[in-house]
C-alpha cells in the first residue's frame, strides 16, 4: 500500500509503501489523532519506521503503487 503524508509547513509529501492494508493504516492515523500529544507512526517495507506528530498532520492520502510508465506519451 501506497502511502503519501502531508506535513504542515513541510514543501514535500512523505510517500512510503507498507505491507499493511489501508484499513489498518486508517486506523492508526485515528489512533494518533485521537490522543493528546499522539504521533503517528508507520513502517516502510523495508523496515524504516516514519514518526509524524499529529499535530503537523495536513493529510494522508492512501492508494495502490503506480506502475512506473517507460516511454512518451502523445
Do not use: C, W
Request: hydrophobic share 40%.
Amino acid at each position: 500500500m501506497e502511502v503519501k503524508i502531508g506535513v504542515q509547513h513541510a514543501q514535500r509529501e512523505l510517500v512510503i509503501d507498507t505491507e499493511l492494508s489501508g484499513d489498518d493504516v486508517a486506523a492508526e492515523v485515528s489512533k494518533a489523532l485521537n490522543e493528546e500529544g499522539g504521533v503517528l507512526s508507520l513502517s516502510d517495507s523495508r523496515g524504516r519506521r516514519i514518526l509524524v506528530p499529529s499535530a503537523k498532520l495536513a493529510y494522508v492520502e492512501l492508494g495502490t503503487p503506480t506502475p512506473g510508465q517507460v516511454g512518451f506519451r502523445s
